[in-house]
């Protein structure tokens, strides 16, 4: 079993639009939590850490369900600049990182 | 600013020839790592290190080695490059112990023919 899961997509949504991403991680004993993006050709890039309380960043929402093991990104008001791939992230101690797959989304004009 | 920083952006190599990929970074963290991606596939973990001199395989280690002779430099070495190991390369580096997160150098397209 994978150790971080995530939908592929991809996800195609128009200008303005809410899209919500999910992953589920496999390890109860996980510790941290991050969202990243990749551009393409590029290397990932920290969006947010995931805290158990939910965080929100401008137009975007974090959240962590701990006992479904389960981690959501929310983006609001789509802009065609958040085009990407977003990778969940799962940490132990700070000594290994899981990654999903990677999730691709293309806001469309 | 963080910094994370390989050697090459893009790399061309023959089939059999021994090939060093460097990375250094410049926040005294103590682990890094060295990733393979592929389409389909994510990040795979080739080896990360803990401590200088110090170094464990991660999922695919086969046909790879690696170096860390300094805190902030680690080195992936391909044996004898063959074809299938033709792929977009990352490094990062993070605290060892501390939830926080990792920092990825700008990659390395390797590309053996």
């Known amino acids: 079993r994978k150790e971080v899961e995530q939908d592929p997509g991809p996800f195609n949504v128009p200008e303005g639009a809410t899209v919500a991403f999910n992953c589920t991680y496999s390890?109860?004993?996980?510790?941290?939590f991050f969202w990243y993006r990749q551009d393409c050709r590029k290397e990932p890039k920290l969006l947010m850490s995931?805290?158990?309380s939910g965080n929100e960043d401008g137009r975007f929402t974090a959240q962590l369900n701990r006992a479904s093991q389960y981690i959501s990104l929310l983006i609001r008001d789509s802009k065609l600049s958040d085009s990407a791939t977003y990778l969940c992230?799962?940490?132990?101690?700070?000594?290994?990182?899981?990654f999903g797959t990677g999730t691709s989304l293309t806001v469309i004009p | 600013d963080v910094k994370v920083t390989q050697s090459s952006r893009y790399l061309v190599k023959r089939t059999g020839e021994k090939v060093f990929l460097e990375c250094v970074q410049d926040?005294?963290?103590?682990?890094m790592f060295w990733y393979r991606q592929d389409p389909g596939l994510g990040l795979r973990l080739i080896y990360f290190s803990y401590d200088v001199k110090m170094k464990e395989k991660g999922d695919i280690p086969e046909g790879y080695s690696v170096s860390r002779e300094k805190k902030e430099r680690f080195s992936l070495i391909l044996e004898s490059a063959s074809t299938n190991q033709t792929s977009m390369y990352l490094c990062?580096?993070?605290?060892?112990?501390?939830?926080?997160?990792?920092?990825f150098g700008q990659g390395t397209r390797l590309t053996v023919v």
């Open positions: 990062a580096s993070s605290f060892l112990d501390r939830a926080t997160e990792a920092f």
């Open positions: 995931v805290y158990s």
């Open positions: 390890n109860s004993a996980s510790q941290s």
């Open positions: 926040m005294d963290h103590e682990n």
């Open positions: 992230v799962v940490s132990n101690t700070g000594n290994q990182f899981y």
